[in-house]
């Protein structure tokens, strides 16, 4: 008789996430993953069509922030595992309604963590029979680490000094993890990763709204004099290395998962632009409708991770570059925009 491993995902439904699931899914037959997603403006349904039917995956609409809800999630499917997506994420929000973003990335992660101690732990460093090998991963982000000057990389060892509500909500929900592995010796791994890119990503990200905005004709906005870096990493690539950590990354240890594709913000707008030039040809360069606009509060200069520990530990390695994976985002935008 075939054993199925039981998996809380949450936000699934997002960018991230809805990359994720049918990755794994496709990867380990054996699986039953339960999807908790609470739709807010970043989840989207539609970004799971491949999977719906698929009798190894269920959907569940909820709030991370209701432990009652997850209590009962927890009794029904006795998790051996959880997967932590879910956050509000973007930055430019986070300016604007700070709030959510501390109730869903702080208090969401303690409810998620503290309801699987209590299901898999009967006591500190005391785990419930059969719990043995049950695991917490928590997703997170290199913002964590505030921002780089021109040179240096983040490590797993760079002190954390987030600059926005985002990233400081972000950096509570990693330490919360970590507490959780220090004080009860829970089995726990985080990752962070650097800026993702691919499909399905939320149409308000830089990305898709270069993307959109060029082929609607409307002015591209571009912060500031565009000089800002990060280093890019195709959702793919992201998505196995979760899955490297979920599997063999060592307990309370973190990762950082980066693409070693750092790229300034004029250079992303004009690679796509060119890209456009060459496959939808408009009367003038898509260049041309390229505009500076204010730079947002606290915008760090430069994030860039270093990835060694992963590839060294893991055997993990992008398999995009930045030039590689932007085709195949550009393909996939188009083909929605279109339809």
């Known amino acids: 008789m075939v054993t199925f491993q039981k998996i809380l995902i949450t936000g699934g439904a997002g960018f991230i996430g809805s990359n994720f699931i049918p ?17 807010t403006y970043a989840g989207d349904l539609s970004n799971l069509k491949e999977i719906e039917n698929n009798s190894n995956y269920t959907f569940v609409k909820g709030d991370i922030c209701d432990r009652k809800l997850i209590e009962k999630l927890f009794d029904k499917y006795q998790f051996d595992g959880v997967i932590h997506f879910a956050a509000e994420s973007h930055v430019d929000n986070s300016i604007s ?3 959510a973003f501390i109730n869903t990335n702080i208090t969401g992660t303690f409810n998620l963590i503290d309801v699987a101690k ?3 732990m009967s006591a500190p460093f005391q785990l419930i029979e059969g719990k043995e090998n049950n695991r917490f991963h928590h997703i997170s982000t290199d913002e964590v680490y505030g921002t780089l000057g021109e040179t240096g990389l983040f490590t797993e060892q760079t002190p954390y000094a987030p600059n926005s509500p985002y990233s400081a909500s972000k950096a509570s929900s990693d330490f919360i993890v970590r507490s959780y592995y220090h004080t009860y010796g829970m089995n726990v791994v985080t990752t962070n990763c650097s800026n993702n890119y691919g499909p399905k990503q939320h149409d308000e990200k830089l990305i898709p709204t270069i993307i959109r905005k060029a082929i609607s004709g409307e002015s591209i906005p571009v912060y500031g004099d ?3 870096i ?6 793919l690539d992201h998505c196995k290395g979760i899955d490297f950590v ?3 990354g060592k307990k309370g240890f973190t990762y950082n998962i980066g693409g070693k594709n750092e790229r300034n913000n004029l250079y992303i707008v004009n690679t796509i632009c060119s890209i456009l030039d060459d496959i939808i ?12 606009v204010k730079d947002r509060p606290g915008h760090d200069f430069r994030y860039a991770i270093d990835a060694s520990k992963i590839e060294n530990e893991l055997s993990w390695k992008a398999d995009e570059n930045f030039e590689s994976g932007i085709r195949k985002t550009i393909d996939w935008y188009l083909d929605k925009y279109n339809n």
Do not use: A, C, E, M
């Open 23 to 39: 990755f794994f899914l496709q990867k380990n037959s054996t699986t039953q993953l339960v999807n908790l997603d609470n739709l």
């Open 281 to 292: 040809p408009n009367k003038s360069s898509y260049k041309n409708q390229i505009t500076f």
């Open 118 to 120: 209590s299901h898999w």
């Open 246 to 248: 979920y599997n063999k």
């Open 226 to 228: 565009g000089q800002n």
């Open 97 to 99: 309604n700070p709030g």
């Open 230 to 235: 990060r280093d890019w990493l195709y959702v």
